[in-house]
């Protein structure tokens, strides 16, 4: 599976953004989809995650402002971001974990990092 991530960029404090990380090539299914991000010197964090069932895990930092959403026809996921600050300046990635006909396992991907920064 490759996944293509986009909607970052730079917002003010206050602001809003949308990410998406669209997934493609071959696979049966995609168990759970997931927002992660890294911020210079810490470690990668998971930001939120959406399992195909529609159950939602969120970071504690990010609930009730982030909303992760998935388009099931277009096998993309949404991280909708209102209410930002500077705390949420990171480099978003994406992840899925998915089946493959033919494997008894799960399989991760990774999208390449995009970069939000949030500043006045």
């Known amino acids: 599976v490759q996944l293509q991530a986009s909607g970052g960029g730079l917002v003010q404090p206050g602001g809003s953004l949308r990410l998406s990380c669209a997934a493609s090539?071959?696979?049966?299914?995609?168990?759970?989809m997931g927002w992660y991000r890294q911020a210079p010197g810490s470690q990668r964090e998971l930001v939120a995650a959406?399992?195909?069932?529609?159950?939602?895990n969120y970071a504690d930092s990010v609930k009730g402002r982030f909303t992760i959403s998935k388009d099931n026809a277009k096998n993309t996921a949404y991280l909708q971001m209102n209410s930002l600050n500077s705390e949420d300046t990171a480099v978003y990635s994406c992840?899925?974990?998915?089946?493959?006909?033919?494997?008894?396992?799960?399989?991760?991907?990774w999208g390449q990092g995009t970069q939000v920064t949030v500043s006045s």
């Open positions: 992840n899925a974990q998915y089946r493959v006909l033919g494997y008894d396992r799960i399989f991760s991907s």
């Open positions: 959406l399992t195909s069932e529609g159950n939602t």
């Open positions: 090539g071959r696979f049966v299914s995609i168990p759970v």
